[in-house]
């Protein structure tokens, strides 16, 4: 029987080639239950649905919750052939393709595809950059297309996304996403080839350790078989695509930190296609680090440290959904003692926002002679937080912050850059409890602080403010254990 092609199986994809064959032929007993983050997506995105068609201010046919299914293709190819400006929740299908576009909508005799998404249209905007348009939305939208072409009824590449912000952003799919990519067309159609073989068994898939296995709900089966082939994507940073080249001449974490160096490169050229030499001498470093018993991380060159006397150590909570930072947490550490400071925005609103901005941007203005954040996320976030609320910072004054002595990004400028660790990833949790550190809360995670202030906002429950406090103080705090656990450390060069 064949199996169709569906826009939630090139979304899949775009996180995690495996993650579709599990989704076909794994073992339903053996996913995880999905996180209660994934299910307030879940919500909030059909929240956001329902409040987007609300506001429409042109007629529509409204097909959303039209059952059997067959019934709903059937009165969505009518209300195609009769013509009908906008469609709502329509299903197509031709051949083995199989499309739920939120929005059909006519122009001339023709039709374009469009999606609602409770997130950004586009990815990597900023104040300079543009931005541009997100891989697996336009994997989905070209289904659409593909689709509607079959049946004789595109426009041209032209696609749209009504995202967060209300926004329609066009997504022309004869387009290329950036300077150095093919048309959104060509990486639609390169993936539908490989989704397509999955789903035939013609394409055998392995999985990887990547940031998408956080919120999977095959985590922990797919870990446990990482685990056990011993997959070089163990190591830090190396990923899916450098694996599999790799993997061609050392497949395993062992056999990698095993490798003589003359196996890999030959003087400053390496001899593993599209891997440089620095960086597979890299990786074999952490893979003999993983492998050795006992391993501690060190120093590859030296390091100074800002002076001690009055440390901040801060922490950002945000709600990306409800584009609102919620908490602002420091811990403070001077004479000998430390205190924990959260300014915390008692609703998603600009108002509590710009308030906990003020408290929080006071405290940093008391002075310091050390300001440690975990990368460069809590300055982003000020930046565009003093963007909204220039009364209380402007964007320059964050900037001058940021290039200030004693200000330290203990990600970017100390662990990823002149550091070597024996973990599988380097982020603050899994260094924290490398160094003996344990989170109070059983489930401590940015996607379950943002989930019980979703909770907050609707219960008012004292508890959750208190987890939301706890929680970012236990982040807080977990910075001044890596900083105080590295200090002293050796330094040296790989062997």
């Not at 891989?135 to 289904?143: D, E, G, R, S, T």
């Not at 602002?328 to 710009?354: M, N, Q, Y």
Request: aromatic share 10%; charged share 30%; hydrophobic share 35%.
């Amino acid at each position: 029987m064949q199996i169709p092609i569906t826009g939630s199986m090139l979304y899949s994809y775009a996180l995690c080639p495996h993650r579709v064959t599990l989704d076909l032929f794994g073992d339903p007993a053996k996913r995880d239950p999905v996180s209660p983050f994934v299910e307030l997506l879940w919500e909030r995105g059909n929240l956001y649905e329902r409040e987007v068609v609300e506001g429409l201010e042109v007629p529509f046919l409204n097909l959303r919750g039209v059952e059997p299914a067959e019934e709903r293709e059937s009165r969505t190819r009518a209300a195609l052939d009769s013509g009908t400006d906008l469609i709502y929740g329509g299903r197509l299908s031709a051949g083995d393709l199989l499309g739920e576009p939120d929005l059909l909508r006519r122009r001339g005799d023709l039709y374009l595809p469009g999606d609602i998404k409770s997130g950004s249209g586009l990815e990597g905007a900023g104040e300079e950059r543009e931005g541009k348009p997100k891989k697996h939305y336009a994997n989905q939208l070209a289904l659409y297309l593909d689709i509607l072409k079959t049946l004789g009824r595109a426009v041209g590449g032209e696609t749209f996304v009504i995202d967060i912000r209300g926004e329609e952003v066009p997504y022309d799919l004869a387009l290329s996403r950036g300077p150095k990519s093919p048309p959104m067309w060509s990486e639609y159609r390169e993936v539908l080839a490989s989704v397509r073989a999955i789903s035939r068994k013609e394409k055998t898939t392995t999985p990887a350790l990547c940031a998408a296995c956080k919120l999977c709900h095959w985590r922990s089966y797919c870990f446990a078989r990482i685990k056990a082939a011993d997959d070089l994507t163990l190591i830090p940073e190396l990923g899916r695509s450098r694996r599999d080249k790799l993997a061609r001449r050392l497949p395993t974490v062992r056999a990698l930190a095993e490798a003589a160096p003359g196996k890999l490169t030959a003087g400053k050229k390496s001899l593993v296609a599209g891997i440089g030499a620095a960086t597979i001498l890299k990786f074999r470093e952490r893979a003999r680090l993983l492998k050795t018993p006992g391993a501690r991380p060190y120093f590859t060159e030296e390091v100074s440290f800002p002076p001690a006397g009055r440390e901040l150590f801060y922490d950002v909570e945000t709600d990306p959904m409800r584009d609102v930072c919620y908490l602002h947490g420091f811990v403070v550490r001077e004479g000998g003692g430390e205190r924990f400071f959260g300014f915390f925005a008692d609703d998603p609103t600009p108002e509590s926002e710009r308030r906990a901005f003020r408290q929080a941007w006071e405290l940093i203005a008391s002075g310091f002679t050390a300001l440690y954040v975990y990368s460069s996320y809590e300055k982003t976030t000020l930046k565009k937080l003093a963007a909204r609320h220039p009364d209380v910072a402007g964007v320059e004054e964050v900037e001058e912050l940021f290039l200030r002595d004693g200000v330290m990004d203990l990600y970017g400028d100390l662990v990823r850059s002149k550091m070597e660790w024996p973990t599988h990833d380097l982020s603050i949790k899994t260094l924290a409890k490398f160094l003996g550190f344990q989170w109070r809360d059983t489930d401590p995670s940015g996607a379950s602080s943002i989930q019980w202030y979703h909770q907050w906002t609707e219960e008012r429950d004292p508890a959750l403010k208190t987890r939301i406090l706890e929680y970012n103080e236990d982040d807080c705090v977990a910075m001044r254990v890596l900083l105080d656990g590295v200090r002293g450390l050796p330094v040296r060069g790989a062997d």
